[in-house]
């Protein structure tokens, strides 16, 4: 079956300007997650989402920062007024069952690639 | 608060002999730690994990590890390493957050 699939893979974009990552997760999966990941680190979590409950935002890094999951399925992450520090590589993941102390394996999209000039 | 420590950036061992990949974590509670690989230009894909059963864990393509609660590691560990293994490699901690560590990635030498 079709796995985590993320669009656009790559996204190029002038300071200032808003952008929208959109994650299609896994058909079925209950929890869906977004990570940031900068060269050379590993993934940072940003939020989470339980169906279209948004469960924990408390790693997105200020209020620029948005996600939702308005269905329950496909989820956006927004960024708005993009700043040169945004640049990296934004991650979706999806996992079946919902997150809680004992989190699931999580299937990882390909990841959208950020430059912001 | 938790954490998770991989003690090597890079990890070069040569095919055919056995890999060791560090992993330490502290956590306040009895936490759930995951190693997912990362292929180049690939999305990162778990390899094994541990949630309080076995603390020997075995996972996909001859990789394990071992839960130690009183030395706070979970080193992850194959023993003969093959070129397709060359990748990067992630322990992530997870009770109250998901962590991941940094990163190791390994090299393969012919």
């Known amino acids: 079956g079709a796995g985590v699939s993320q669009s656009p893979r790559y996204k190029v974009t002038k300071r200032g300007q808003d952008v929208a990552l959109r994650c299609d997760p896994i058909?079925?999966?209950?929890?869906l997650y977004w990570y940031r990941q900068a060269l050379g680190q590993g993934p940072e979590f940003l939020t989470y989402?339980?169906?279209?409950?948004?469960?924990?935002k408390s790693g997105l890094p200020n209020d620029r920062f948005s996600a939702e999951r308005p269905e329950g399925s496909i989820s956006t992450l927004t960024i708005q007024r993009t700043e040169q520090r945004d640049s990296a590589m934004y991650r979706c993941?999806?996992?079946?069952?919902?997150?809680?102390?004992?989190?699931?394996?999580?299937?990882f999209g390909p990841g959208t690639r950020l430059t912001v000039l | 608060a938790q954490s998770v420590t991989q003690l090597d950036s890079h990890v070069s061992v040569s095919e055919g002999t056995p890999v060791l990949l560090r992993c330490n974590y502290s956590?306040?509670?009895?936490?759930?730690l995951f190693w997912y690989v990362q292929h180049p230009n690939k999305g990162l894909q778990l390899l094994l994990k541990?949630?309080?059963?076995?603390?020997l864990v075995k996972g996909i393509n001859g990789f394990e590890a071992e839960f130690k609660k009183s030395e706070t590691s979970f080193h992850l560990t194959k023993p003969s390493a093959h070129m397709s293994d060359a990748a990067e490699y992630f322990c992530?901690?997870?009770?109250?957050?998901?962590?991941f560590g940094k990163g190791t990635r390994l090299h393969i030498l012919p």
């Open positions: 989402f339980n169906y279209e409950a948004q469960q924990d």
């Open positions: 058909s079925g999966h209950v929890s």
């Open positions: 541990y949630t309080s059963a076995a603390t």
């Open positions: 993941a999806s996992s079946l069952t919902s997150g809680g102390r004992s989190y699931n394996e999580q299937f």
């Open positions: 992530v901690v997870t009770d109250d957050k998901i962590i």
């Open positions: 956590s306040s509670y009895s936490p759930s």
